[in-house]
């Protein structure tokens, strides 16, 4: 896939040697107001700590730098993918041979009562204390989840009961031919652990309303689940949080755990002992441990329980045949 959205495959042109490289990054210099950036290493700006690294890594200052990029992107056939907070990915140890583009600079956050307008770039949890911080009803559950708003918004990020959606009314987003759009909560057809209208978009911010309470309760509440969190999950090694999907019925951890995987090593990763959905870095693992568990995991369980386990982490700058 080439374009704006080329993320799970190489088929795309690639820039070639790196004269072509540093030519592209002097012409983005020149055409866009915020940072160009060569080389960029992704395994330290990623959650797994993993990741070669990206030809360009483009930063627009806003929504005109943002759309002058993307018609760049899609003039010379470019593949690219947004990179939020770098969460929910796995990068391959080659790198991304296109432009990475970080959205950081989207970071307005406005309140007016409960309705609170944010940009997409915001970090999710220090979004989420802000609106605490308000007392507002709504984000204490998801509390601790990694990465951007607009990632999580991508995915529609959920734990303990609660989605990012739930108090969402509306998104805001430019598409791949360049026009921006508002979409209410309701045409974005969110559903679990998908957000099919915005996923092929650049999502730039976000409206909610939230119902008012008590601060302090609030923030008792941030805590139990932080708390749960460390209890349950493996948050002291590099990690993309959960590897798949729920399945209908089931929960993939404990299929991967039934399988026997729970504590199996790869090179430097590790399929949790503290949790069997979720990968760990060791320390200096590469793309291809994890790779490797996430094939062996999908195969065990679809051998042992005729259950297809469905990726929930984006794999970026993998050959089509690497990540099938």
């Known amino acids: 896939m080439t374009g704006p959205f080329g993320r799970n495959s190489l088929e795309a042109l690639r820039f070639g040697g790196a004269g072509v490289v540093a030519a592209t990054r002097e012409e983005l210099g020149k055409l866009l107001r915020g940072e160009v950036l060569l080389g960029v290493p992704l395994r330290e700006r990623t959650t797994y700590r993993i990741g070669g690294e990206a030809q360009l890594l483009a930063c627009p200052a806003d929504l005109e730098d943002l759309r002058r990029l993307n018609a760049y992107l899609v003039d010379r056939s470019l593949p690219s993918f947004v990179l939020g907070g770098g969460a ?15 959205l950081g600079g989207f970071s307005r956050l406005a309140f007016k009562e409960g309705v ?10 220090e979004f989420i204390k802000s609106c605490l911080r308000r007392g507002l009803v709504g984000l ?30 509306e998104v805001e987003c430019l598409d791949g ?27 730039t911010g ?27 999950q493996p948050w002291q090694y590099p990690t993309a949080g959960s590897v798949f999907k729920r399945p209908p019925g089931h929960y993939a951890g404990k299929l991967i755990e039934d ?3 729970k504590g199996r090593v790869l090179g430097r990763a590790q399929i949790s002992p503290k949790h069997a959905g979720i990968v760990i870095n060791l320390g200096g693992a590469r793309a291809s441990d994890v790779l490797g568990l996430i094939r062996l995991a999908r195969q065990e369980v679809l051998r ?16 089509r045949e690497e990540s099938g």
């Not at 929910?88 to 970080?102: I, K, Q, T, Y």
């Not at 309303?209 to 209890?231: H, N, S, V």
């Open 116 to 125: 609170v307008n944010a940009g997409a770039g915001l970090v999710l949890d």
């Open 304 to 319: 042992q329980f005729r259950i297809e386990l469905e990726l929930e982490q984006e794999l970026i700058g993998f050959e």
């Open 177 to 203: 031919q360049g026009r921006f759009k508002v979409l209410q909560k309701d045409e974005v057809a969110f559903s679990y652990r998908q957000a099919l209208r915005i996923r092929e978009t650049y999502i």
């Open 206 to 232: 976000a409206t909610f309303r939230f119902p008012p309470g008590c601060k302090e309760q609030l923030f008792l509440i941030r805590e139990d689940i932080l708390a749960r969190r460390r209890q349950r």
């Open 140 to 169: 204490e559950c998801l509390s601790g989840i990694p990465g951007s708003l607009g990632g999580a918004l991508r995915m529609n990020a959920g734990a303990f009961g609660a989605e990012i959606s739930d108090h969402l009314v």
């Open 259 to 261: 399988a026997g995987l």
């Open 88 to 102: 929910n990915l796995l990068v391959s140890d080659r790198g991304f041979p296109g432009v990475a583009v970080h």
